[in-house]
């Protein structure tokens, strides 16, 4: 089992900029690929970004497509979601996941076994 815990969360004016960390423990070696997901009020929780953990895959939801940038530090086992230009839209519970095996596109839940437990991050207009 992979444990996750997210920082970074937090309050920020619309346009402005957030930095996300997951860092990863316990079976980080199963580790195949790293999503972001979120979960705004009576939404669905749904696929922001994906990367591969040996590199050479990154995948993004439209809605964030060019103004978020997951990347991973393999040596300190930590993935990261560079959020610039946010949108009050934006507004959501963030949650990172680990993924043992890399399937597809890496954008369903179910292809992630570990979930960390969120971090708040709210935009205001």
């Known amino acids: 089992q992979v444990q996750l815990v997210e920082s970074g969360g937090g309050l920020v004016q619309a346009g402005g900029s957030l930095r996300l960390s997951c860092a990863a423990s316990?079976?980080?070696?199963?580790?195949?690929?790293m999503g972001w997901f979120r979960q705004a009020p009576g939404k669905e929780r749904e696929f922001v970004a994906a990367i591969r953990w040996s590199g050479g895959f990154t995948t993004y939801a439209d809605s964030v497509k060019g103004r978020f940038t997951i990347s991973r530090d393999n040596a300190k086992n930590t993935a990261y979601l560079q959020m610039n230009s946010l949108k009050p839209e934006d507004t959501a519970v963030y949650y990172c996941a680990a993924a043992s095996s890399f399937i597809g596109n890496m954008r369903g839940r179910y292809m992630y076994d570990s979930w960390g437990q969120g971090t708040q991050v709210t935009v205001s207009s």
């Open positions: 316990g079976r980080t070696f199963s580790t195949n690929a």
